[in-house]
């Protein structure tokens, strides 16, 4: 069965340092998705992306953060200048298509801002 | 603006019965899809069913079934005969064709199967 894959699955870096978390949607899927969930709490979405560009990003996608499809395969999350309180599981989905769809996930990848 | 509501925090239920995980929402928008998802201890969110909002029927998937109930905005979870494979995590998660189709979470309720 097809699948989300994520890499890393964990990660532990110093603060001020530049992340970049990695995400093979599901090969037919057009929509690609960033969730994150900080320890003991809702997941909270972070930014959709559609036809090569964002299509919605919340108030927790900052500057610090971009996305990026840069070979048709991959789908990136980069967080330029990481701080403590990114410290969460940041989860990578997709679907086929808008509403009505199935919004299939990754298995995380754990970053720990140190 | 769309809000989901999980009330129950945390739930036992002995093995072989059945669990119903409530779930309500509020919305506005007439188009929207009901998800609930597993997230084990492991981290992994696991999708387990769909429901439509102009589904006639209700949802099921194996053990898995979604008590949608239009009029009062409520799409409960029933898994039936609980394993001690289904302790977890359990989120509802709505998606809005106006918010173009993120998903919003409830809060979650926790899930723990007694021998």
């Known amino acids: 069965e097809p699948e989300v894959t994520q890499t890393p699955s964990h990660q532990v870096t110093q603060m001020g340092q530049e992340v970049i978390l990695r995400c093979v949607p599901i090969?037919?899927?057009?929509?690609f998705y960033w969730y994150r969930q900080i320890l003991g709490q809702k997941v909270e979405f972070l930014v959709s992306?559609?036809?090569?560009?964002?299509?919605?990003k919340s108030e927790i996608f900052d500057d610090q953060f971009s996305v990026e499809r840069p070979d048709g395969s991959n789908f990136t999350l980069k967080i330029r200048s990481t701080k403590l309180e990114d410290s969460a599981m940041y989860f990578c989905?997709?679907?086929?298509?808008?509403?009505?769809?199935?919004?299939?996930f990754g298995e995380g990848s754990w970053l720990t801002v140190v | 603006a769309q809000k989901i509501t999980q009330t129950q925090p945390g739930m036992f239920v002995q093995e072989k019965e059945a669990v119903t995980l409530d779930c309500t929402y509020d919305?506005?928008?007439?188009?929207?899809?009901l998800f609930w998802y597993k997230q084990p201890s492991s981290g992994e969110m696991i999708f387990l069913i769909y429901q439509g909002s102009y589904d006639q029927q209700n949802a099921t998937e194996g053990r898995y079934s979604l008590n949608f109930q239009k009029a009062r905005k409520s799409a409960n979870l029933v898994i039936s005969a609980s394993q001690l494979g289904d302790s977890a995590m359990y989120f509802c998660?709505?998606?809005?064709?106006?918010?173009?189709?993120?998903?919003?979470f409830g809060g979650g309720t926790r899930v723990l199967v007694k021998p």
């Open positions: 998660a709505m998606s809005f064709k106006a918010a173009g189709n993120k998903l919003t």
């Open positions: 919305t506005s928008d007439p188009s929207y899809g």
């Open positions: 090969s037919n899927h057009l929509y």
């Open positions: 992306f559609y036809n090569n560009e964002i299509s919605e």
């Open positions: 989905a997709s679907s086929v298509g808008g509403t009505g769809n199935t919004i299939y």
